[in-house]
Each structure stands twice: as C-alpha cells, then as structure tokens.
C-alpha cells in the first residue's frame, strides 16, 4: 500500500514542481507597468502577475503537503493523523495521498 501512496506522491510532486517553473518563467514582452484612470494593459498584467503569484503559494502549499506525507512514508508514520495519532481513513488518504492528519485535524 505505502508503494503505490508513495508512487502518486512522487508523481504529484513533479507535476507540481513543473507548474511552479511554469507559473515562475519570466514574462516576454512585459513593458512598462502604470497604472491609470482605465483599466489598461499594465493593469491587466499587474493582475495576472499578482494571480499567478497567489497561484505559486498555493501550489507551494501543496509541494509542502506532498514532502510531509513523503516523510511520513520514511519514517513511518504514513496513515496516522500528525496531531492526534489516530488512523487516517482509507477513503481520505485515496482521495488525498498527502493527507497527514484526520478530517477532524485537516
């Protein structure tokens, strides 16, 4: 079973990985960025900026996530909440392979 958790988590971890260089590639052509009265294209690309920033943090989360129950699969502590030491259910960790802690703690 941790064979296969730690297959998807390997994987989930270098498709995020990926994403991050993608989300994190330099923009060609940006310009200058001003802002105005209207909204133009600096503003525009000020918010696409400012969302794929958001978007880097979150999939940080994840990565962050996936390393922790990677870590759990090494020690072994993979399937028990962090918190309280119960068992993870099955059902949670097919869903989320790189749940380290029950619903209750989540």
């Not at 060609?28 to 503003?43: A, E």
């Not at 794929?52 to 020690?75: F, K, T």
């Amino acid at each position: 079973m941790h064979e296969q958790a730690r297959a998807e988590l390997e994987a989930k971890e270098a498709e995020l990985i990926a994403q991050m260089e993608q989300l994190s590639r330099p923009i060609q052509d940006q310009g200058s960025i001003s802002f105005g009265k209207r909204v133009g294209d600096g503003t525009a690309m000020a918010v696409d900026r400012l969302t794929a920033v958001s978007a880097h943090d979150n999939l940080q989360g994840l990565l962050d996530e996936v390393r922790a129950a990677l870590a759990a699969i090494e020690d072994g502590s993979y399937g028990r909440c962090a918190v309280c030491g119960e068992p993870i259910p099955g059902g949670r960790l097919e869903a989320r392979p790189w749940a380290i802690t029950c619903v209750r703690h989540g």
